[in-house]
């Protein structure tokens, strides 16, 4: 039997040391414990929030904008809208003005000398073959449209007498003594047939819807033409007609 250990007052027995091992292990322990409790906080690593099944807002790409008209001294105008589906363009009754071709050439041949040189070609719509507009002096202006044919031609001069509503064969518009023609205006519009040297050659209408105007045709030739008088010179008018219009075979 051992005798017991004499312990004075006052004694503090003597503690074994930490093993370094375990005292790093305690370390770094508490920085894992430490970490994970700061990504649980802030929401990082394994703790991060997964993808939800709602599907986010889907963006639908609007009408793409209006293009802007360009002005014609090259600055931005207001936007042109264009066409829709209902809509029908109109179509183009003048066109403009072309170089003279083969049909103004022929066209020219039937103008009188005198007045051809003052011709210019002048804009038409189809079935017009050729146009030319003449200014033989100030008090008359004339122009001189070919057709393909005599139906064509009658035509174009039906609607303009349709438009005066007055009778076939309802007056000369005119009267002629010594070679001198005066215009008879108080039976303006009137129309008649005329006639070269006993034979018809076509038809004339007077008309005072404006300035006053006669408008022919040479059935021979499948010519219309319309004269008018910008300064109201009815008398001069008429004698231009009866004696220098033509047109000529």
């Known amino acids: 039997m051992t005798a017991p250990t ?5 004694y503090t027995p003597s503690r074994r040391p930490i093993s370094p091992i375990i005292f790093i292990g305690v370390i ?3 920085l894992v414990l430490l970490g994970g409790g700061l990504a649980w906080v802030l929401g990082m690593g394994p703790f991060a929030p997964g993808p939800t099944n ?25 936007p ?10 109109s179509p183009t009754v003048e066109l403009t003005p072309g170089p003279p071709n083969d049909d103004t050439a022929r066209l020219l041949l039937h103008v009188p ?42 035509d174009a001069y039906d609607r303009a007498f349709g438009r005066a509503e007055i009778d076939r064969d309802s007056g000369r518009c005119y009267n002629e003594a010594d070679g001198t023609f005066t215009a008879t205006t108080d039976s303006w519009p009137s129309e008649h ?20 105007s006669i408008t022919w045709t040479d059935d021979r030739l499948y010519i219309l033409a319309v004269a008018t008088s ?8 008429v004698s231009f007609w009866a004696s220098e219009a033509g047109p000529i075979p």
């Open 230 to 237: 910008p300064t109201d010179d009815s008398d001069r008018l």
């Open 6 to 10: 004499f312990q004075p007052p006052g």
């Open 80 to 89: 042109t809208p264009g066409p829709t589906g209902d809509e029908v363009p």
């Open 113 to 154: 000398e005198a007045v051809r040189g003052t011709c210019a070609p002048g804009a038409f719509a189809e079935p017009v073959l050729a146009r030319v507009d003449c200014t033989p002096n100030d008090d008359i202006s004339v122009y001189y449209a070919l057709y393909a044919n005599e139906t064509d031609a009658t």
């Open 54 to 78: 709602n599907p986010g807002p889907t963006i639908t790409p609007g009408p793409s904008p209006a293009p802007t008209a360009i002005a014609t001294n090259g600055t931005s105008g207001e």
């Open 28 to 30: 770094l322990l508490a």
């Open 193 to 212: 047939e005329y006639t070269l040297s006993g034979q018809p050659i076509g038809r004339f209408l007077c008309n005072v819807d404006g300035p006053p």
